[in-house]
């Protein structure tokens, strides 16, 4: 048995921390990004897990749980009815389904729809996961405006979902379009899930009927749980297209002990674990701090919580002329090593480099503090040579074939060159973009973002030229503007692709074949 730290810092015994990773060949990270999903979110405290244990023995009527949730989550939050879901974004879908077809079997058995019906979002609002909502079978409609509604079909609004975090920086006034929610009697929906849960809740008060928040990522519930809060009707509608029936959520499974564990995490949090939590994290700022200022050269900035982070975080720059290295390399370094630490690579600038606290123990703090003090102060690597300068020529266009893990498409690259710099249109299926690298020798790096519903496609080739072709792979990804880092992407993987020379009009009107 090797000694584990459990968030609070206190060691107990158990099982040395990670092994059960590495036993599978998968060396574990220490977190210091917050609670990104693709990361695991939170771990659940040991009172959780000592529930979920619990609850792992028996066996219950689910109904008859729904309902005893239901009635402690109403309790504990203010909301009229409350359940568990299976992560925020099955709430999403449910809380959808729920204001499509209540409970009328007959509707219920024909979801999903056929784009009958639409869900209103703030045109500065949309989200990664509005896949929740096309999944139920609605039209995703973006306004500019709260007078917008008035200009549409009421009969074919299904409901309003707004994000919570983006609410104080909208053009679109929360009163305003929750006004117009009630007097046209559509049902408004908050997607809280990237923040806190605080009750009495604002946005409840306030006019929303329905409130989502997430179980796995500040209050360290079951990494796989959500909530749906809020109108009593509405959420047992949402309970109804959901597991455990035959209906259009049933693949949205949630296990008995997961809805134990959520209720316990949300109990522990609403009774003091949001003030132990927030403790816990400027603990760890203040060791940190504590560290980058005993270097000189090393500035500190603790960012306080605002409208989208409920915690404290700590930035950490420096001048390139001091430390000769660039926030890019010191998150590779770290990801790279023993201990694997993580940063955020959408927050990095050249230099400076931001840490956040949610899942550290005090422990960690000051790993994470030493470790990257050492990235910074490593003799720079010698340095590489420079690039060849000879390099081929690809000015001209360019028919792609893009091989994916399944199915393929055609696109297209008009190219300009001015020696190793390439420019120029990527052409894809359906939408165009400029397009930027370059070739040094036969190699070919080329970047390019094309314009998507809601997030921007990231393609990022990397080929090398041969006997008049290219032939490679790329990267493939989608982000927003906030979420520019290589984890997002690259976040749908990667595929082959290899491009030929083509007449310039055939490449502008390049037809996409798919098989």
């Known amino acids: 048995m090797g000694l584990d730290i459990d968030r609070d810092g206190a060691p107990h015994d158990g099982p040395a921390a990670g092994q059960v990773f590495r036993d599978l060949g998968v060396e574990p990270i220490i977190n210091c990004t917050g609670v990104r999903s693709s990361y695991g979110g939170c771990n659940p405290t040991r009172s959780v897990l000592a529930a979920m244990e619990a609850s792992g023995r028996g066996f219950v009527i689910l ?22 879901t299976a992560g925020s974004a099955a709430a999403v879908s449910q809380a959808v389904a729920a204001c499509v077809a209540g409970n009328d079997p007959e509707k219920m058995l024909k979801l999903p729809l056929r784009g009958e019906k639409a869900v209103v979002v703030a045109a500065d609002q949309r989200m990664a996961y509005e896949h929740a909502i096309r999944a139920v079978g609605c039209m995703v409609l973006p306004i500019g405006r709260a007078s917008d509604l008035e200009q549409l079909p009421i009969e074919d609004i299904a409901a309003i979902c707004v994000v919570a975090s983006d609410i104080p920086k909208s053009v679109l006034p929360f009163e305003e379009i929750a006004l117009r929610s009630r007097q046209l009697r559509i049902p408004l929906i908050v997607d809280g899930a990237g923040e806190a849960p605080r009750f009495p809740n604002v946005w409840l008060q306030n006019g929303a009927d329905l409130l989502i928040h997430s179980g796995g990522k500040y209050i360290s519930g079951p990494q796989s749980t959500g909530f749906l809060l809020g109108s009593e009707r509405l959420c047992r509608a949402a309970y109804l297209n959901g597991p455990a029936g035959q209906s259009f959520g049933r693949s949205m499974k949630v296990g008995k002990d997961e809805i134990i564990g959520a209720y316990v995490a949300l109990e522990e949090w609403v009774k003091g674990g949001a003030a132990r939590a927030m ?32 915690n404290p975080r700590i930035a950490v720059s420096w001048q390139a002329k001091t430390f000769p290295i660039s926030a890019g390399l010191v998150v590779k370094k770290l990801a790279s090593r023993r201990p694997r630490i ?51 020529e690809l000015a001209g266009a360019w028919q792609v074939f893009i091989e994916f893990l399944h199915g393929s498409t055609v696109h297209a690259f008009v190219l300009l060159q001015d020696g190793q710099n390439i420019s120029g249109k990527h052409m894809g299926a359906e939408v165009s973009s400029n397009c930027r690298g370059q070739i040094v020798g036969p190699k070919l790096q080329l970047f390019s973002q094309l314009p998507g519903d809601p997030l921007a496609l990231d393609y990022e080739f990397e080929g090398t030229f041969r006997d008049g ?37 055939h490449a502008d009107g390049v037809k996409v074949q798919r098989r």
């Open 279 to 310: 403790e816990r994290w400027r603990e760890c700022i203040s060791i940190m701090t504590r560290e980058f200022l005993s270097v000189p050269g090393l500035s500190v900035e603790e960012m306080e919580p605002d409208s989208a982070f409920c």
């Open 63 to 84: 109904n008859e749980l729904a309902e005893a949730i239901g009635r402690k989550l109403a309790a504990l939050t203010g909301a009229e009815w409350g359940l568990v």
């Open 469 to 505: 072709s290219l032939a490679g792979i790329v990267h493939l990804g989608a982000s927003a503007a906030k979420y520019s880092g290589l984890s997002f992407k690259r976040q749908f993987g990667q595929a082959s692709w290899r491009a030929k020379r083509t007449r310039l009009d």
């Open 342 to 392: 993580m940063l955020r690579d959408c927050w990095q600038r050249p230099e400076r480099i931001v840490v956040d606290p949610t899942n550290l123990t005090k422990v960690e703090a000051e790993i994470v503090g030493r470790v990257i003090i050492h990235a910074l102060a490593e003799p720079p690597l010698a340095q590489a040579e420079p690039p060849q300068e000879d390099f081929e």
